[in-house]
């Protein structure tokens, strides 16, 4: 089974936490979704693409404590940043939308009490880590204590140091308070618990028939065939979203933060008069594209929701491989991150650049490893030094000898080449293998600069001006190809390249048919102007030290 283009295609990212500012990490998710909807749409495919933000959960308390502000205002700081960080990156969602929006409350309930109704949520009294000295259940990041599969120090719900393994809070060794750290008591309470074992056999086949990364798939079902136990899914919590018919409680976020996906489209499909049932009842097709340590979450517990409500399953999950930076484990309380506002934008490093490090440094289910002399070899040696200076180099010539657009026709081998790049980018971009795509478009840009030097227009330009331009067209028209098979990754260069080679429109609005539609002799060309430019070697020692000074700040407030 194949998305096919009478398909309705939604494609959604696991939504940023309303918790800190936007990083290394995140990106590892939001780009590749961003580029597979580009070339979805550059393929002829009807896609839509929705994402937003994360606003519950006991971490947004204890940071909204930490700065001394109510947690409504630290998820509206952080949404509004999250949704700023989007539009300048390029990443075109068709609806970004919060969970703390009235529309959320509405679907996520809706989604329990449906649940409720079928038989596959139970409540009943437990004994839950309570703290004597706040008098509060300790929920999730509000305890700590040993995993008892790993020994690794870990929160209530989730061995973030170690193996990581989903955790109930009654499991873990030695709890205690993070607020005060008093040692955690058990106490009785009521609470609400999804029939997960109910789910194991669908689970299983689910699992099986999922499209997307090999990652997802291996590690979902090797989870699932360890046994699944019921899961809770209330918190005794003051922020969150009111357990329906139970409201001294709150739903944990992740039984309800997935209902995003289908809340944010419902309200994309009410601003735009679609209907939202076309993507999660009427057989739609939904890609999710997540970051690897969410994997059990969106391929175990949301598809058995998703089931238990007889709404659609995705049809394929995309996880990521882990992001490090300079050969550690991403970390903002240790340092190790890069920090997309501090670190790229307000140092003005070209973010199409980092959209091209991010799809094309290693393969999608690897671990990214940052290091700032990477990323300056990527944009150096790759983004000037070939693609640059392929566009560059031709546009000049051109404008400064005709100005206009030569006459000539598209050559078998200049037309085969794009009919490949074509080809291997449909296949890699199907099988999720962003790498691929993107080195097939650059192998283009490779072959132009061939083909540039060895038709040596300076030369016959002054020796047979009919060969010289049709030359030039062939190289013109190459460009064309890559800046339509770029766009996915580099949004931005593609339609400073469209807008450089003086077509009408926008490189967004164009298809891969229009890879090698004729060129329209005598149009004309403006004068270019560089794509790209160099990190020199001693802007990239700043931005090094500055994570090295990161580092070590963070090691001195640790000790």
């Known amino acids: 089974m194949t998305l096919t283009k009478s398909d309705k295609i939604l494609v959604t990212c696991g939504l940023p936490y309303s918790n800190g500012t936007a990083h290394i990490g995140h990106l590892r998710t939001y780009i590749p979704g961003d580029a597979y909807v580009r070339y979805l749409k550059r393929f002829g495919f009807d896609v839509r693409f929705v994402c937003g933000s994360d606003t519950h959960g006991a971490p947004i308390e204890l940071a909204a404590e930490e700065a001394g502000i109510t947690p409504q205002k630290l998820v509206e700081k952080y949404h509004a940043h999250f949704k700023n960080i989007f539009e300048i990156l390029n990443i075109g969602v068709d609806f970004y939308g919060t969970t703390e929006a009235p529309y959320h409350y509405k679907r996520a309930q809706t989604i329990i009490r449906t649940l409720e109704e079928n038989g596959y949520v ?26 008892p599969y790993c020994g690794a120090l ?40 999804l029939k997960l074992p109910a789910f194991t056999d669908f689970l299983i086949k689910f699992n099986e028939q999922l499209k997307g990364t090999p990652l997802a798939r291996n590690y979902a079902l090797g989870w699932i065939r360890q046994g699944l136990k019921d899961w809770g899914i209330s918190r005794d919590l003051k922020w969150g979203i009111p357990y329906p018919g139970d409201e001294k409680l709150v739903l944990y976020v992740w039984a309800e933060n997935y209902a995003g996906y289908i809340s ?20 739609g097709k939904v890609v999710n594209f997540i970051g690897a340590d969410i994997v059990y979450h969106h391929a175990v517990f949301w598809p058995a929701i998703l089931k238990g409500v007889n709404y659609n399953t995705p049809y394929a999950i995309v996880a990521s491989g882990m992001v490090k930076v300079e050969g550690h484990g991403l970390s903002k309380s240790r340092g190790f991150v890069i920090d997309i506002e501090e670190d790229f934008i307000k140092q003005g490093i070209d973010l199409d650049s980092v959209r091209y490090y991010i799809l094309s440094y290693t393969g999608h289910t690897k671990d990214l490893d940052f290091v700032w002399k990477d990323f300056q ?23 400064k000898n005709f100005k206009k657009i030569p006459e000539g026709t598209l050559e078998t081998p200049v037309d085969k080449q794009i009919d490949e790049a074509v080809n291997k980018i449909h296949e890699a971009f199907h099988d999720f293998k962003f790498k691929e795509a993107v080195d097939a478009t650059m192998q283009l840009a490779a072959y132009g600069n061939v083909l540039f030097q060895q038709c040596e227009p300076w030369k016959t330009i002054k020796l047979d001006l009919k060969q010289c331009q049709n030359d030039l067209y062939q190289c013109l028209q190459l460009l064309k190809a890559i800046a339509i098979l770029i766009e996915p990754a580099l949004p931005s260069i593609a339609e400073r ?63």
């Open 122 to 147: 139970e409540a009943r009294d437990v004994e839950l880590p309570y703290c004597n000295t706040c008098k509060t259940f300790l929920a999730d990041r509000f305890l700590v204590g040993t995993c």
């Open 154 to 193: 870990a929160r209530g719900d989730e061995c973030d140091q170690g193996c990581q393994r989903y955790l109930d809070a009654d499991q873990l060794i030695d709890p205690r308070c993070v607020i005060c750290g008093s040692p955690a008591i058990k106490r009785k309470t009521r609470h609400h618990f």
């Open 264 to 283: 944010f489209t419902e309200e994309w499909a009410r601003q735009t008069g679609a209907d939202w049932k076309d993507y999660w009842i009427q057989g």
């Open 377 to 399: 070899s990527k944009l150096n040696n790759e983004l000037v030094g070939i693609l640059g200076n392929y566009a560059y180099r031709v546009l000049l010539f051109i404008h």
């Open 497 to 559: 390249i469209w807008q450089q080679l003086g077509q009408k429109g926008s490189v967004h609005d164009t298809n891969v048919e229009n890879c090698k539609e004729a060129l329209k002799a005598g149009a004309d060309l403006p004068k270019p102007e560089v794509l790209f430019t160099k990190i020199p070697d001693e802007a990239v020692d700043k931005l090094a030290t500055g994570l090295n000074t990161r580092i070590e700040s963070a090691r001195s407030k640790a000790n």
